[in-house]
C-alpha cells in the first residue's frame, strides 16, 4: 500500500499565519518587494491571520481545555498590565508623544495588536495542533527555509549560493549572505535548543535537527551561537543538579543584574571598546547606541518613553549624527531598548517578569521540564536582546511560549495514556 502525504488541515493554517508573519521580513528575497501597496498588505496580513486563526480555533473541536488557555493568560497578564501602565505614565513624562502626535500612538498601537495577536497565535496553534504543536512550527520553519533556498538559486544562482556558504561559515562580516534572515534564523535557534537538549530521542528528531542546525549556521548569527551556547550550559548544569524554584531565582535575579551591568558599560562607552579590543565589527551599532545614550541616562530617575519611544526616534533620527545608520529600523539592543521604553523601575519589573517570574509560574502551573525549557529559551533570547531587535520578532516570542507549554501537554497526555 502506498502512503501519501496527508497535510492536517489545522496545521496548515497554522503554516499560513506564521509565514505570512515570516514573509513580511523576507518580502525582497523571496518577492522583490521592500516597499509600497504590496509590502503592506503582505505585512499586515498577519493580524489579519492571526485573527482568523483564533476565530477558526474557536469553531473547531479544540484539543486544549478553556482552563488550560485561562490560566496561560492569568500567567501572563503582569506583562500586559506594565505594558499599559507604562505608557499611561508616559503620556505625562514622556517628550516622545508629545513630539509625534498622532503618529506616534498609531505606532504604540501597533506594539499592543503585536503582543496581544502573538497571543493569540500562541493560544490558536495550541489548541489546533495540541501535543504537535512544536512538530508544525518545525515543519513551518523548514518549509520556509526551503523556500529561501530556492529563491537563492533563482536570484544568485550556484555560484552565490556558494558564496553564502563559504561566509556563513566562515563568520566573514563583508560576504554577501543570501541566508541571513533574520527572524527565521533566530526563531530556528529556539527549536534547536528544543530539539538538542529537551526533545526524545528519536530518528525524525535527528533529521530535522542537523537540518535546523545548518540553516541557523547558514543565518550567519554570531549572537545567537553565543545565545545557544548559553542555554546549553544551563540545560547542562539542570541536567546534573536538578532544578528547584530558589535554583530558578537565583538564575533569573543573576539575569536582572546581568542587564543591569550591559547597560552600564554601555551608557560608560566600555562596550564598544571591549569589541574593538577583540577586534569584533560593530555594524554601525555605536552610532545607534550612543544617539540614545545622550538623550537619556541611566538612574532611577529615568522615566520610559512609552512603547513606541525608541521606535519613533529611530525612525526619525538625525543624519548628522547616526550618518549611514540613518536608514536602519531598529536600535539592534532589546536589553537598551526596554529600558529606555519602560524606564529604570519598568525595566526592572519586565526583565524581572521575563526572568523569574515567568519561570517560577511555568513551575508551578506546567511542571519542572517545561519551566526548564521557557528558562533556557529565555537566555537563548536575552543573549540576542544584547545585540539585536529579538523582543520584537513576532515569530520569536511565538516560538518561546508555545514550545515549552506544548511540552507541558506532551507529558500530561502520556501520563494520560500510561495510567489508561
Known sequence: MKSRLTVKKTHLLCAITLLLTLFSGQSSKLFGISGGVAYQLLYYSKYISALFLVAYAL??????SDYEVKRLLTILLPLVVLMIVVECLAVFTSPVPAMYGIRYWTRSLAVFLDRFCIYAVVIGIWELCGDEAIECITNIFIVDEILI???AIFHVGVAGIVESFLGAFAFSEGASNYFEVHELTFAIGLCIIYYMFFAERKKHNTGKLVFLVISFILGSKRIGMAGIAAAGLFSLFVHKKGLSRRKLITIGIVGVLVCYGYLFIVYNNEFFAILNE????????????????????LSPTQMGWGMAGVAKVVENMDRSEVMYMAAVRGVHNDILKIYINFGFVGSL????????YFPVKFMKEYGKKAATIYMALI???????LTDNTESYFVCQVALLLIPITEYLKEK???VYCEN
Not at 469553531?59 to 486544549?64: A, G, L, N
Not at 577583540?278 to 541616562?297: C, E, P, Q, S, W
Not at 519589573?349 to 521575563?354: D, P, V
Not at 537566555?379 to 536582546?385: A, D, E, G, P, V
Open 149 to 151: 533556498f530556492a529563491s
Open 349 to 356: 519589573i519586565w526583565y524581572a517578569l521575563n526572568l523569574i
Open 379 to 385: 537566555l537563548y533570547l536575552f543573549i540576542t536582546y
Open 59 to 64: 469553531s473547531r473541536p479544540r484539543k486544549v
Open 278 to 297: 577583540h577586534g569584533i565589527n560593530n555594524m554601525g551599532r555605536d552610532l545607534i547606541y550612543a544617539y540614545f545614550v545622550r538623550r537619556t541616562k
Open 413 to 415: 497526555n502520556r501520563s
